[in-house]
């Protein structure tokens, strides 16, 4: 028999008619305050520590157990998430990338994000970015829009067919470097030339995730730079690795004795999973849907829900 454990992935939380993006995918403060409530109610709620233990020496997880987990380090979740779980006795995991908080680099995905949300009509959106390829096309060797659309012009449980165009071409298709050319230019145009101050007002300080950690919150690995973990070699993830648990230590989370890593965008390998293990990590998340069973599931790979898999009022 497994233990249960009910793991929920947050992003955003913000009161969205009060932001200058409304459009943005994200949960309203409102929205996870009931939510809060309803898993006080219905659920166990446990810490990160108890499902170490779990996992480690079999210790048994009350029924109904959930873990609230909180992805990319936005400052949502300094303003917002922190104070309503502070209040509520409840435990949250924060997985802040490292790159946007220490370094001001805005992460690809963010600029997509916001992009999306700037411009409503993603079909222009769509087109700037066919026209980007054509551009490119000789030079880096890719298909033609139309060869690419017929692939990935299709809708998913939560975007539709446009929006998901747009989202895997620019997180994934296209190569990495041409990637991130497109994603800066599609920011500038839609969204913001100033990527520095942008980046100010969108994740957590160093601070803020101090007085978290030291406030009963739990802080763990998101990686260094939110890449795709399984598309790169065994030194760029050892790299991500140790940049990621050097930037734990500075705030004071525990990563000698045990530690958690949220893979960026769920992606994961084998050698990344030797790799963890040779570091002492405990615990992975992945963004694969369903509730996860310790002692059945694999301690790396644990699923988890989606927000939107929670009543919202």
Known sequence: MGNDLTVIMYHYVRQLEETRYPAIKARRTSE???QVHHIKNNYHPVTILDVVNCVRTGDPLPPKAVLLTFD??????YVNVFPILFDAGIQGAFFP???PISRAELLDFNRIHFALAAERNHEELGEFLDQEIRAYRQEYSLKSPEDYRTEWTKP???DLAETIY??????VVLPEGLRNIISRKLFARFVSVDEVSFCAELYCTTAQLKLMQASGMYVGSHGDSHCWLNAVDDATQR????NSLEFLRGIGSPVDDHWVMCYPYGAWNEPL?????EYRCSVGFTT????AQLGINNPLLLPRLDTNDIPVG
């Open 32 to 34: 996870f305050r009931f």
């Open 288 to 291: 694969e849907f369903g509730t």
């Open 273 to 277: 999973l030797s790799t963890l293990r």
């Open 166 to 171: 747009v989202k895997r071409m620019l997180q």
């Open 239 to 242: 790299q991500e690795i140790e």
């Open 97 to 99: 990338p490292v790159a």
């Open 156 to 158: 998913n449980r939560f």
């Open 72 to 77: 990319d380090g936005y400052i949502d979740h």
